[in-house]
Nanobody, 123 residues
Framework: VQLQASGGGLVQAGGSLRLSCSASGSTASINAMSWYRQAPGKQRELVAG???????NYADSVKGRFAISRDNAKNTVYLQMNSLNREDTAVYYC??????????????????WGQGTLVTVSS
């Protein structure tokens, strides 16, 4: 599975952005999808996740401001980000949790990552 993230950019504090992540390849193997971010000098952290059934979870720092959604028909996950502040500045990565069986019957669980899209929030 290949993931292509887009939608990052420069935005003023208090503004909004919507990130998109489109999946291609063996998309039938995708279960949950999620967004992570990594700020300069910090570890990568989970921002939001969504299961194949639509259940969501969020980091405390973004609850009430960010919303994750997915369009299974388009194999795309979105992250609507509102009320952005400087602490949201980071490279945002989408991830897809995969589950499939190989031709030899091996049960495989794996994660695929997108290339990252930079979000910069200015004051």
């Amino acid at each position: 599975v290949q993931l292509q993230a887009s939608g990052g950019g420069l935005v003023q504090a208090g503004g909004s952005l919507r990130l998109s992540c489109s999946a291609s390849g063996s998309t039938a193997s995708i279960n949950a999808m999620s967004w992570y971010r990594q700020a300069p000098g910090k570890q990568r952290e989970l921002v939001a996740g969504i299961t194949s059934g639509g259940s969501t979870n969020y980091a405390d720092s973004v609850k009430g401001r960010f919303a994750i959604s997915r369009d299974n028909a388009k194999n795309t996950v979105y992250l609507q980000m509102n009320s952005l502040n400087r602490e949201d500045t980071a490279v945002y990565y989408c991830a897809a949790d995969l589950h499939y069986y190989t031709d030899t019957g091996e049960d495989v669980v794996a994660r695929s990552w997108g290339q990252g899209t930079l979000v910069t929030v200015s004051s």
